[in-house]
């Protein structure tokens, strides 16, 4: 045994070197959904991640929402309960356009 480590510490050590498809084979997720949810953790507010680990929203509509600041992900995601699931995808559509709306008239940056 060398220095100081337990005969169980080489497994752990060994998880954080997976490969992705690894990490997907172990979780039964596609490598599509790995590297989806990997841009939702970077580019979402805590919130918004919250939501993906319970499954209250799924991925796809989570990388839509992630395409905002956190701000505008906070106050979309605060709108979410008042609206039924399956009306969500509308309703960030509606947000998305009001957006590129401002962003053409020069009111938001």
Do not use: Y
Request: charged share 25%; glycine share 6%.
């Amino acid at each position: 045994m060398s220095a100081g480590l337990h005969p169980t510490a080489a497994p752990k050590c060994a998880r954080v070197h997976q490969t992705a498809q690894q990490i997907c084979d172990e979780a039964g997720i596609s490598r599509r959904m790995f590297f989806q949810g990997q841009k939702v953790r970077r580019d979402g507010c805590a919130e918004l991640w919250a939501l993906i680990v319970s499954g209250d929203v799924p991925m796809s509509l989570a990388l839509a929402v992630a395409q905002f600041d956190h701000a505008s992900q906070r106050l979309i995601l605060a709108e979410f309960p008042t609206i039924k699931s399956r009306k969500r995808a509308e309703f960030l559509e509606l947000v998305k356009l009001a957006h590129a709306q401002e962003l053409a008239n020069g009111e938001r940056a």
